[in-house]
């Protein structure tokens, strides 16, 4: 009976004691679970270091590290004192530590619940993958764009990551592209200019989900604002040779602390400089290296500021062509020459066999854009004409032509043999062309108008000069009295001076296209002797009846200049005198030289007569034969 006393008190003990187990575990499953996280991040490049912290309540004794496929503890750790939080650290990260943890702490009252898990991801293992935005990085405010990464290795599937966030934004599938590589696409959006938007792509396999590639090219999708826009220039010109290397310079007189240059139409990330004060001006150069077709295209820039997701208006574009893309070179000329004046009309021609779809015209030193033309097919010839009209002297200078195709529009031909442009901007002629009499510059009518009517002023004011002389002359040897009405008084006192002959006046009266008058003889045969000369010859003309003295009066030397008329009336009194004046009169008379024009001059002496009576033979006369031509 003892016996069956004892057996109900052990088997009270026993209920006691798993009632109480049971009571403890229920206690341990109701502590709440700890958070566990990874610093600096739970992506970790290879070989860097990581860190795990576990945090649990105050009263936490120790923590406990646990990893996914494996039954043992992967680590124990005491709190941090002062602290409920317990640190896990591996110095060098490698694919051996990648995986999915999970920790847990004890407390007096029990051990708690596990965490949630911990994916630590180590990267660099595989090659990178490209990301790029569709259809441009260059993302208005309030749009959508959609991320591309892709590579060329078979992985199963693409990780997204956003900068500044701990966890991937997105892990998509992999897609075989029709080109053979593999890709995903992540739609992102809509963006706004109040965050960065900077991401990253993964690639991995399904079997390693914890072993991840490189990290590809950081992308940052640009937002443009509405601040001022910088400036995008290059000093070696929009056209480069591959021979060059080719630096793009974006510049700004706004504080801007960053710049980022953009190829349009590129997938690939914008370029990123910081700042480089340069001449009280913002700034970075973006140089490209050697050229290459590849740099073909057209280039923007934008502004920024640190600490700030805002980007600047994008600039003018640039335009880079590259030359000796294409096997043809082509040729150009000028018309009407290379030589012309300021105000005519040029136009050059740029022409090519080759099939081409655009010419282009550069002038060597300029920084604008080189003209377009579409291309025309004349005589079997691929060509377009660049017309400057009228052309100033501004555009002087060298010049160059080139081919393009339009699929292709930024590779072109090698350049065309260079031509100088000189523009003179007198008004003088521009002189012979090299090219020929084809290619010469016409006559400006308006300036050979402009120089007759001043050739005809000046011949009209030498005329009324000479006239208004010879009026004053004319007057002073004429003035009115005795000696007038009485020539042989006017001889006789002629006579009594030596001097008069030395002193009396002569006129010179030009006289053009003469009709005969009396006591001229007009003669039809023209001297042999002057033959072939348009002599301009004076006659002696006297005023009075005397024959000339002691043989032939030299003529004086013709006149330059205008030519004056005789007047009927001046040869009236001449004959007038003739016939008064006496014979015995032997004082030198008054004379007048007429310069006769257009007349051929032909001289003849008639022989003095010997006198019945004795009386001395009369003087030789001398009379002028007048030939009209």
Request: a neutral charge; aromatic letters at 8%.
């Amino acid at each position: 009976m003892g016996s069956s006393v004892r057996t109900p008190t052990l088997t009270a003990l026993l209920c006691l004691g798993l009632c109480r187990d049971l009571r403890d575990q229920g206690q341990a499953r109701t502590l709440p679970k700890p958070s566990i996280w990874a610093e600096p991040g739970s992506v970790v490049p290879w070989q860097k270091a990581v860190t795990i912290l576990c945090r649990g309540i105050p009263k936490a004794q120790e923590f406990y590290l646990i990893r996914d496929g494996h039954s043992a503890t992967w680590g124990r750790e005491k709190p941090l004192e002062p602290g409920n939080t317990a640190k896990f650290s591996f110095t060098y990260m490698t694919d051996a530590y990648a995986g999915r943890y999970r920790c847990y702490y004890q407390s007096p009252t029990g051990l708690s619940e596990h965490s949630d898990p911990l994916e630590l991801v180590v990267t660099g293992v595989h090659g990178k993958p490209s990301l790029s935005a569709v259809p441009s990085p260059v993302v208005t405010s309030g749009e959508n764009v959609t991320l591309q990464c892709a590579s060329w290795k078979v992985f199963h599937r693409f990780v997204l990551m956003k900068e500044g966030e701990p966890r991937p934004s997105s892990i998509l599938d992999s897609q075989r592209h029709t080109g053979g590589h593999f890709q995903a696409l992540f739609p992102v959006g809509p963006v706004t200019p109040r965050l960065r938007w900077t991401f990253r792509c993964y690639g991995y396999y399904s079997n390693t989900p914890q072993v991840w590639s490189q990290a590809s090219d950081p992308l940052e999708l640009l937002v443009p604002g509405a601040s001022r826009k910088p400036s995008l220039l290059t000093q070696q010109g929009p056209v480069v040779s591959p021979e060059q290397n080719l630096t793009l310079q974006c510049r700004s007189d706004v504080g801007y602390a960053r710049f980022a240059l953009y190829k349009e139409g590129s997938h690939d990330p914008p370029q990123h400089r910081g700042r480089q004060p340069q001449a009280g001006l913002s700034g970075a150069d973006f140089p490209l290296g050697p050229v290459s077709h590849s740099l073909g295209g057209q280039y923007t820039c934008y502004g920024g500021h640190n600490f700030s997701s805002k980007w600047s208006a994008p600039s003018d574009p640039l335009d880079i062509l590259v030359a000796g893309q294409l096997p043809s070179t082509p040729f150009l000329s000028v018309q009407p020459g290379p030589t012309v004046a300021s105000g005519e009309n040029v136009t050059l021609l740029c022409q090519s066999q080759s099939p081409v779809d655009t010419f282009l015209l550069s002038k060597e030193g300029a920084a604008d854009p080189p003209l377009h033309r579409r291309s025309e097919v004349r005589a079997g010839q691929h060509q377009a004409e660049f017309s400057m009209s009228p052309v100033t002297s501004a555009q002087g200078g060298t010049y160059r032509c080139y081919g393009s195709h339009s699929t292709y529009p930024f590779l072109l031909s090698p350049p065309s043999e260079p031509l100088e442009l000189q523009v003179s901007a007198s008004s003088g002629d521009p002189g012979p062309s090299p090219t020929g009499p084809s290619s010469t510059a016409g006559p400006n009518w308006h300036l050979y108008v402009l120089v007759g009517a001043s050739g005809a002023f000046v011949l009209l004011l030498c005329l009324l000069v000479l006239l208004l002389v010879r009026r004053r002359r004319q007057g002073k040897g004429r003035k009115p009295g005795p000696a007038d009405r009485e020539p042989k008084d006017r001889g006789l006192q002629d006579s009594s001076r030596p001097a008069a002959a030395a002193q009396e006046e002569t006129l010179y009266a030009a006289v053009q296209d003469t009709q005969p008058e009396e006591g001229v003889e007009l003669d039809q045969r023209q001297n042999t002797q002057d033959e072939g000369t348009q002599g301009m010859l004076c006659a002696q003309v006297s005023h009075s009846r005397s024959r000339l003295s002691q043989g032939r009066v030299t003529s004086p030397p013709p006149l330059p200049g205008a030519l004056l008329d005789t007047e009927d009336r001046q040869a009236g009194e001449d004959r007038q005198r003739d016939s008064q004046a006496p014979a015995s009169d032997a004082a030198p008379p008054d004379v007048t030289y007429a310069q006769l024009n257009h007349l051929t001059l032909r001289r003849e002496t008639s022989a003095p007569h010997s006198s019945q009576f004795g009386e001395p033979p009369e003087e030789p006369s001398v009379y002028a034969a007048l030939a009209i031509r």
